[in-house]
């Protein structure tokens, strides 16, 4: 198992777009666990594929409070969605940041698990928000796109100051 580096905006590899898994062999496995770890170490409830640099459609969230309840999802797909819901999200490629966002409530969602089993489920509440969220990473989606222009280019600038004081500090 490993940490792998997540990284943050304003890094431009996190506007990729996933690739379908068409095999959930042992490598697939091996970077679920791999992205479990990561998003413990983190402290993060919800952790994407493309976060780590990895284009492959495979997403893992854990809502439980003692990191007990691990679910992966591989190729995860929104088939259905219904009512709205307004909920405070962070992301850990956006560090310290929480706005409001509104998203359905409730959605239907299809995706394969780690024995490549498909599994279809109807969810809502703070686990449809983080399958929302998650599934908007594999699309290049981040949730600050949801916020209006002036909001979203203050974050970004906070950002893109930030990596040029480290770059300076580097050099
Ligand atoms: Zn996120």
Redesign the pocket.
Known sequence: MAILEVLHIPDNRLRKVAQAISNVDDSIRELAKDMLETMYAENGI?LAAT?VNVQKRMVVIDLSTEQSDPKVLINPEILDSSGTEEMQEG???VPDIFETVERPETITVRYQNLEGEIIEESVDGLYAVCIQ?EID?LDGRL?IDYLSPLKRNRILKKFEKQEKLQAARVS
């Open positions: 919800g976060q992301c850990l490629s969220h990473h949730f």
